[in-house]
């Protein structure tokens, strides 16, 4: 890409509850080898929410979502990425 932005903010709102936002540009990628073609330029932001329950002191419990704003955005031209996209985790450490 010509320019690529990415930045991130990481809020601890409690000692067990976060609250992570990103936020991604990108413009001017050359998909092909020829360099005649392009894809557009998108922003793309994504909202995590972390919980770790004070019971369980490995334990983390997440959910989030990727491409927040449902973005029409693509890598490689013709080939366009996943919408907006729901998930959880839950992750032990011992």
């Known amino acids: 890409p010509t320019h690529n932005f990415f930045t991130y903010v990481d809020w601890q709102l409690q000692p067990a509850f ?6 991604k540009f990108e413009s001017g990628r050359t998909s092909t080898s020829d360099g005649l073609y392009g894809t557009d330029n998108f922003i793309r ?13 490995g334990l983390r419990l ?9 973005e029409n955005y693509a890598y490689d031209e013709g080939f366009p990425e996943a919408g907006r996209q729901w998930y ?6 011992y």
């Not at 932001?45 to 002191?57: E, R, V, Y």
């Not at 959880?88 to 450490?93: D, E, F, G, K, V």
């Open 18 to 23: 976060t609250v992570t936002a990103s936020v």
């Open 45 to 57: 932001a994504d909202l995590k929410i972390g919980l770790k329950p004070f019971s369980q002191k």
């Open 62 to 70: 997440e959910m989030g979502v990727n491409n927040l704003f449902d």
């Open 88 to 93: 959880s985790n839950m992750n032990y450490t």
